[in-house]
């Protein structure tokens, strides 16, 4: 969980699977714009090796709070 109050991504290239809280597993290509609610529980599950995006957070030196436990997920 980041501590901000946007944060926007773009894909470039190659492919990524998240899970986000209340929202289950996506899986984002190039093309893919995602605004990540503020505070929404979230993880990386897996990339491509060639995987690239464009974040945009604010503030810029937000904080990342870590959780040992999964996120829980739901199907949407």
Not at 28 to 46: F, L, S
Not at 53 to 73: C, K, Q, W, Y
Request: aromatic share 12%.
């Amino acid at each position: 969980m980041h501590d901000c109050s946007f944060q926007f991504y773009y894909v470039l290239k190659g492919w990524a699977r998240f899970e986000y809280e209340g929202h289950g597993i996506r899986t984002v290509r190039p093309g893919d714009c995602v605004v990540q609610p503020a505070g929404i529980r979230h993880r990386e599950i897996e990339h491509s090796e060639d995987f690239e995006l464009i974040e945009v957070v604010s503030p810029a030196n937000f904080g990342t709070r870590a959780e040992d436990e999964e996120v829980e997920a739901t199907e949407a």
